[in-house]
């Protein structure tokens, strides 16, 4: 059973930056497909961000060339490194862990959440 705790976040500023870190524990980190997932205010949930655990990166549309995944194994640990935010990016965002990368990636349906976390963009 793996456990997802996230911090970071809060409020930015249109075009200012953020950064999500999340830490792991509970598994075997470096087996697992690590992600990130938001979900807006009246929306469905969106898929983020993955990392492979040989650190392939894949991104959702809305944010590619503004967000960087990145992870650190040793740590047992995974970064959102969120720039150029837009009113649009403003949503509870969540870690997320899967053994299977397709199922993070591809299907978008990770096994394992975290509690989630804010971040709000001001206009």
């Known amino acids: 059973q793996v456990q997802l705790l996230e911090s970071g976040g809060g409020l930015v500023q249109t075009g200012g930056s953020v950064s999500l870190s999340c830490a792991a524990s509970g598994g075997e980190f470096v087996r697992h497909t690590m992600g990130w997932s938001r979900q807006a205010p009246g929306k469905d949930r969106e898929f983020v961000a993955g990392?492979?655990?040989?650190?392939?990166?894949h991104y959702g549309d809305s944010v590619k060339g503004r967000f960087t995944i990145s992870r650190d194994d040793a740590k047992n640990m995974v970064f959102l490194q969120m720039n150029n935010l837009k009113p649009e990016d403003t949503a509870v965002y969540y870690c997320?862990?899967?053994?299977?990368?397709?199922?993070?990636?591809?299907?978008?349906?990770?096994?394992?959440w975290g509690q989630g976390i804010p971040v709000t963009v001001s206009s």
């Open positions: 990392i492979s655990w040989t650190g392939r990166t």
């Open positions: 997320t862990a899967d053994g299977n990368l397709k199922r993070l990636v591809e299907l978008h349906s990770p096994t394992y």
